[in-house]
Structure formats: C-alpha cells, structure tokens
C-alpha cells in the first residue's frame, strides 16, 4: 500500500513569491493534515481538511491557506513568502474520525 | 496552555541496551497520544499509540507507559539496534474533534556501537 506522498520534494522560492506544495493522501484516507517543522524544532499544526472543507486550523497568518480536491489530495499555499517560512512542511493523513495520523515524506522549502 | 515537552532533548545508549524516552503533557483532558520516530530526511513514522483509558501498551520492542496521575508518557524501546537512531516525538491529540496533535520538541536518540 503506498503512503502519503507529497511534492516536490524540495522548493527554492524568493521573499514575496507564493509556494505551492501538494499531498496525496493514502489510498481511503479523506483526512489531510499539514504540520510545519522549522530546522531543529518540533512539529508545528498548520491545517486540517477531511472531505474538502478546512476544519481546523493552527495559529498561522492567513498567507497560509490551502484546499482538498475530491479525490481527497490537497495543496498548502503561501503567500508572501518571508525568509521564516524556510521549513519542511509535512503532510499527514488518516481515516475519518481516526486518529492516528501517518506522515509523507515533507516538501523542504526555502526561502531566500 | 497546550505543551507537549520531553526531559531530555538527547540521550544516547549502547547497542544492545533499553532505552527510555519521556514525555510530560499539560492538557489533562487529553485522551490519545502517539510517539512517532523521524529518521534524518524523513517524515515521522509512526510507532505506537496508546489512549488515556490504558496505561500500558507493547508492540515489537517498543512499549509506551501512560501516567494519568503526573500527566507524563514514556516510550521504552528494548535491545536497541543502531537503525533506531532517530528523534523521537511524543505527541498528544487536544479538542474533541479538533484532530490536532500537539508535538513536543524531541529527542534525539544516538545508538553507540
């Protein structure tokens, strides 16, 4: 069974550009969490999304924002990128009302 | 506030010996909490799980402790091997519904040859 995927695996922006990063769920999962981890910190919530609305979110400005598509996939938007948002974001994903979350493999992105 | 944090940022062990990781919590109404292992370049792998109405559960070499009482979780990883070098992150589910998880900072464990 394939996991989550996310792409690309590496994004290079500059100050002010908008990043685009994309997650594939695992197959039957329509939750899609995302989570930022800033070098040498811990995981930080982003978003939540299950069957194509936002249900959550975490305390991130509003230049941060997404969708989920309906076959469940989901893409994380920033805007105005700033030289903070350098990070690995990580996508998550589970079964309705499940908790357990299983995580892709993170899109590095930095902002120079 | 919500906080998830571990004891010790780093701890390093011997191949072959147990090894414990810890975790304390704040929010009391938490009732589920995973530990996840993130290797270099990777995402967190999951490694167990455990709810508040138990305070014990074993997988394969792993077992997590859940303390109620002191608000505090531990991950025990038997006979460690060098591949279970890693950072480890506890992580605790916050709001009815909400979906959340709280992650602590983690701590990275070093296997010694």
């Known amino acids: 069974e394939a996991g989550v995927t996310q792409s690309p695996t590496h994004l290079i922006k500059t100050r002010g550009q908008q990043a685009t990063l994309r997650c594939s769920p695992i197959?039957?999962?329509?939750?899609v969490y995302w989570y930022q981890q800033a070098l040498g910190l811990g995981l930080q919530f982003l978003l939540w999304y299950d069957e194509g609305e936002e249900r959550n979110r975490g305390n991130f400005p509003p230049r941060f924002s997404g969708r989920q598509f309906p076959n469940y996939s989901s893409e994380l938007n920033v805007n105005a990128l700033e030289l903070e948002d350098s990070a690995l974001y990580l996508c998550?994903?589970?079964?309705?009302?499940?908790?357990?979350?299983?995580f892709g493999p993170g899109t590095r992105l930095t902002v120079l | 506030g919500e906080s998830v944090g571990l004891h010790l940022p780093t701890l390093s062990v011997q191949e072959g010996d147990n090894s414990i990781i810890n975790c304390a919590y704040s929010n009391s109404a938490s009732d589920y909490f995973i530990w996840y292992k993130q290797e270099s370049g990777k995402g967190p792998q999951f490694i167990i799980d455990i709810r508040s109405n138990m305070d014990k559960r074993q997988g394969q070499r792993v077992t997590v402790l859940l303390n109620k009482t002191v608000k505090h979780l531990s991950l025990q990883i038997a006979a460690t091997q060098p591949g279970d070098s890693a950072v480890y992150f506890c992580?605790?589910?916050?709001?009815?519904?909400?979906?959340?998880?709280?992650f602590g900072q983690g701590t990275r464990l070093t296997i010694n040859p």
């Open positions: 998550a994903s589970s079964l309705v009302a499940i908790d357990t979350q299983y």
């Open positions: 992580a605790e589910k916050v709001g009815q519904g909400a979906q959340k998880l709280v």
């Open positions: 197959s039957g999962h329509t939750s």
